[in-house]
Structures are given as structure tokens and as C-alpha cells.
């Protein structure tokens, strides 16, 4: 039964991402949520058989009844503040809903946490179960396609009903909430940067400055808060990279201190006030570190992390 239910799982997993990734599905936001929870349930009901045995799915009084997908979570992750576990119990929360009432902008909220969910499977069928999912789906299907729309208030109360806009903007700050408290465990955060090219070539969306219009805009070019903008110490930054690899499934890279030294100098990640915040206050300088410098670490070692190391040291070679 064990391995019955694993296969399930596998299979539930793909559906979900399928779905979601396919254009010409509606409903996607809908199916991704009872497929993704039904390829959780299937997975921990078969690690909990491992772990146990076979009558701990069971409910005690109801012999012919399994438990259900918060009760395994309860039951596997016993910390109610771990965010692996919130954000399970929040898209429970949206699949419950999801068959009474669901809009369109429910997308631009949950993706995050779609992200992160999908994520944080790969990671637990390798840890409970030594199985690879990238051995039957590609690494580059787990990233899922994302609405480049954004969440504006205004657009929803215009848009819907007081009663509706109301809840949508409740969810909206309610997991605003929680993303800000938690790591990437709850949610894949998802930034819309806007940069003012004279060349219209080089932009993704347009706008326009109006001197007529009523209310102003100012243009900031310098970082305001180092703090909060290049939060990561060298070690916090090798350590979520290499938790982001492992999410991956990427395991022949434990990132260090050398490696990131190698990113350092070929990239020049110091001198790039986008990656790096220089202190100069002292007598020695120290550095930190942006969400973005991770992310460009991370994303040039998928492209290749079989050989990367390997190539930065040879052109820093051919370099000197």
C-alpha cells in the first residue's frame, strides 16, 4: 500500500503542475489546489505507513476512513509555526473555498505560496523517500508560470461587490503578513522592479509622465535602507543558496566560501550596488548582500552545475 500511494502521489504532483502551467485552462489556480494537496496527502500517508505502520492513517473510531491531509500534517509536522506547514494549511484553506467561490485575482495572491509548495515537495519526497522527482518531470517544469498582474485595491473594489473586495483585500494582507514573517518555506516572493529607460526598446511595460496630473511622482536613485534591502552576511547567503539548490535537486554543490569568492571576482558582484552594500564605516569595510545576488548565484549554477565551478575558474584563469 505504502508504494501504491507513493505512486499516486507522483502522478497527483504532475497533474498540478500541468494545470497550472498550461495557458489554455481556466480553472488553474482551482486545479492546482485539490492536486497539489491530494499529491501531500498520498505522500504522507505513505511516509506515515513507513514511519508507523498502516493503521496510523486510520481513524481510530472509524476503521474504514483515512485521515485527512491536516491531519497528517499535524501528525508529520508538529511545529504549528513551522512555514512548511503554514503554507500547506493556507492553500487547504483556498482548496476548501475554491468550491464554493473563487475570482480571477485569487492567482496574484497564491502564487508565492504555489511556489514554495511545489518546492517544498521535491524536497520532502527526497528526504522521506530518496526519490528524485526530476527523474520524471525536468527540473525547469517546477518553476511555474507567473501572472505578471498585479494586485491593485482600487481595481478590486472597483471591480467587485463590497463583500467580495473586502475578502480579497483581508487575504491579501493576511499573507502579505505571513510572507513578511516567514522564509521561503511559506512563499517564493514575487518582485516587480520598474527602471526609467529613455529607450522604449529596452522596457517590458510603458508609462508616461503627465505635468497635468494631480499627484507627483519622485524619482529615488539611492538604496534607503541597506538593512533591509542587503540583508544577507556572506555565510546567510551561502547557506540560502545552497538551500535553494537543494530544492532544486541539485546536490553536487555544497556553495561556500571559495565558490562564492569565484562569483565574486569573475561577476563583480562587489561593485554592483544592485548585489552588494559596501559599510564603509571603520577602519575595514564589510559587505552585505542582496535577495538578488541569490537569486542570479542560484539561477547561473541551474544553467549548468555540473561544470560552473569548474568554468569560473578557468576564465578567471585566462582573466589574469
Known amino acids: 500500500m505504502e508504494e501504491k500511494l507513493l505512486e499516486k502521489a507522483k502522478e497527483a504532483f504532475i497533474l498540478a503542475i ?14 492546482f489546489s485539490f492536486f497539489i494537496c491530494n499529491a501531500w496527502e498520498l505522500m504522507l500517508k505513505s511516509y506515515i505507513i513507513k514511519t508507523f505502520n498502516e493503521r496510523e492513517i486510520y481513524y481510530k473510531d472509524k476503521n474504514d476512513r483515512t485521515i485527512s491531509l491536516s491531519d497528517c500534517i499535524k501528525k508529520i509536522f508538529t511545529n504549528n509555526k513551522d512555514p512548511l506547514r503554514l503554507n500547506l494549511e493556507k492553500i487547504i484553506e483556498l482548496r476548501d473555498m475554491s468550491t464554493h467561490f473563487i475570482t480571477e485575482e485569487y492567482e496574484m495572491l497564491y502564487i508565492p505560496l504555489f511556489q514554495s509548495c511545489v518546492f517544498n515537495f521535491v524536497e520532502k519526497m527526497q528526504q522521506f523517500h530518496n526519490f528524485d522527482m526530476s527523474t520524471i518531470i525536468s527540473q525547469n517544469f517546477l518553476t511555474l ?176
Not at 494545470?19 to 489554455?24: A, D, L
Not at 540560502?240 to 569565484?262: A, D, S
Not at 542560484?298 to 582573466?319: F, G, W
Open 145 to 320: 508560470t507567473v501572472s505578471m498582474l498585479s494586485f491593485n485595491e482600487t481595481e478590486i473594489r472597483a471591480k467587485y461587490p463590497g463583500q467580495i473586495a473586502e475578502k480579497l483585500l483581508d487575504i491579501n494582507s493576511n499573507l502579505i503578513s505571513l510572507v513578511n514573517d516567514n522564509n521561503d518555506g511559506f512563499a517564493i516572493k514575487i518582485e516587480h522592479h520598474h527602471y526609467i529607460t529613455k529607450d522604449k526598446n529596452k522596457a517590458t511595460e510603458l508609462t508616461y509622465i503627465d505635468n497635468s496630473a494631480n499627484s507627483g511622482v519622485q524619482i529615488i536613485k539611492e538604496l534607503k535602507n541597506p538593512n533591509l534591502t542587503h540583508k544577507y552576511t556572506m555565510k546567510k547567503l551561502n547557506q540560502e543558496v545552497n538551500k535553494r539548490l537543494k530544492k532544486y535537486g541539485i546536490l553536487n554543490i555544497n556553495f561556500n566560501k571559495f565558490h562564492f569568492q569565484l562569483f565574486c571576482n569573475y561577476y563583480e558582484i562587489k561593485s554592483n550596488e544592485k548585489f552588494c552594500f559596501i559599510n564603509t564605516i571603520g577602519e575595514t569595510p564589510t559587505y552585505s548582500y542582496s535577495a538578488q545576488t541569490i537569486d542570479f548565484i542560484v539561477e547561473e549554477i541551474k544553467k549548468d552545475p555540473n561544470n560552473i565551478i569548474n568554468n569560473l575558474k578557468e576564465k578567471l584563469k585566462k582573466r589574469s
Open 18 to 31: 500541468e494545470i497550472y502551467n498550461k495557458p489554455t485552462i481556466r480553472y488553474r489556480v482551482e486545479g
